[in-house]
């Protein structure tokens, strides 16, 4: 399973974007990459996943670069309710009993 | 979206005594569902893989008689602390797949053992 690096922790403020960046050098041709976020006292809540290039969804964008060694998970305009830990996760989607296997995480305050 | 269900969100209970924490999937069919657990301040780590209709994978470390994971049904598995002391209290989070999708996770069980 490829190891993930975050940082350990961000401050913002509410209406900036918040951009956190993932390394994955060991990244796996059929790996995908996922973020979580999680508040305290509550299960991981899945944010987006991508493989390649830039994803969009509704709350946050994905971007990957061509050689997948790295991911920037940016949330645009965060607001208080966006202070959580954000987690990165590598591994290949759709496998039977695919293990995630958690790194610290980022934890990010976002100060009013 | 994908919904997983945790029972019960909380519990306290007295040293000796075996606890049952439920995980089901609501709205589709979980082929594989993971028990972790929490300390605080700290990551998720992963304690057991289930598959429904056979026996759990455990992760190195994690004691498979202390830690008895059933999985009856496609929506369903239980994980139940055999006679829990202190040192089992934590934060205990099962989840879900199904096909390609992410895994979806359960909000929880605080488990407090005095």
């Known amino acids: 399973l490829a190891k993930t690096t975050q940082p350990i922790s961000m401050d913002s403020y509410e209406g900036q974007e918040v951009n956190i960046t993932c390394s994955h050098n060991n990244i796996a041709t059929n790996d995908y990459i996922t973020w979580y976020q999680q508040f305290p006292s509550q299960g991981p809540r899945f944010i987006i996943q991508g493989y390649k290039t830039k994803v969009t969804n509704e709350v946050a964008s994905l971007f990957i670069p061509a050689d997948r060694k790295s991911s920037t998970l940016s949330l645009p305009r965060v607001s208080l309710s966006d202070t959580a830990v954000y987690y990165c996760l590598v591994g290949p989607a759709g496998a039977a009993g695919n293990k995630l296997t958690f790194g610290g995480g980022t934890r990010v305050l976002v100060k009013p | 979206g994908a919904v997983v269900s945790q029972h019960p969100s909380r519990v306290i209970c007295k040293s000796g005594t075996s606890v049952k924490i439920e995980c089901r999937s609501l709205?589709?069919?979980?082929?594989?569902m993971f028990w972790y657990r929490q300390f605080p301040k700290q990551s998720l780590m992963l304690m057991a893989t289930?598959?429904?209709?056979?026996?759990?994978?455990?992760e190195q470390g994690v004691e498979k008689d202390k830690f008895l994971i059933n999985h009856a049904s496609l929506t369903l598995s239980t994980l139940t602390v055999t006679s829990a002391h202190p040192e089992d209290s934590s934060f205990y989070i099962c989840s879900a797949e199904w096909g390609s999708q992410p895994q979806h996770f359960g909000d929880g069980t605080r488990l407090s053992i005095l």
């Open positions: 709205d589709f069919q979980a082929t594989t």
């Open positions: 289930s598959n429904e209709g056979s026996k759990a994978t455990y």
